[in-house]
């Protein structure tokens, strides 16, 4: 396939995950649209299906391809795609991202921000918290444990 085709399945690839079309993100990636480059801003459409709690996207996203860990640089759309999911509390987005190997322990911001398991802590959204101690998120490194002190 070549280049110029590849970009524009990817650029309508990026839409229909915006727009939550599973079925047409499908049917692109069968097409050959690259699951893994960000858009202009940065804005990777992993990150955009987690934040959206897009579980189906994401598994899709996943089989073809995309890196579960990597990190979003969108304006406003900064982050790894699980603490994305982690601070909306969308559990079925965790779960597809952990089970297709999401580092349940990588912070964002090239490892200086947040964890999942912060986001969720914060949310507060407990079955995310459980899904990600299941997997070996770690709260005694966490740094964001202090969430936990909250009135």
């Not at 979003?72 to 297709?100: D, F, I, K, Q």
Request: net charge negative; hydrophobic share 40%.
């Amino acid at each position: 396939m070549n280049r110029r085709r590849r970009k524009k399945l990817s650029k309508h690839l990026f839409v229909a995950v915006l727009m939550g079309e599973s079925a047409r993100v499908k049917a692109l990636l069968q097409a050959g649209a690259d699951p893994e480059p960000a858009d202009s801003e940065g804005t990777t459409p992993l990150y955009v299906a987690s934040v959206n709690g897009e579980a189906e996207i994401v598994r899709l996203l996943l089989a073809a391809g995309a890196s579960p860990d990597t990190e979003s640089n969108g304006l406003g759309s900064e982050g790894t795609p699980l603490c994305a999911a982690a601070c909306w509390g969308h559990t079925e987005a965790v779960h597809e991202l952990l089970t297709r190997g999401a580092d349940p322990n990588l912070h964002e911001d090239q490892g200086t921000g947040r964890s999942p398991l912060g986001w969720a802590i914060a949310g507060p959204h407990p079955e995310t918290i459980a899904l990600l101690t299941a997997a070996g998120a770690n709260l005694v490194q966490n740094p964001d444990i202090r969430a936990l002190d909250r009135p």
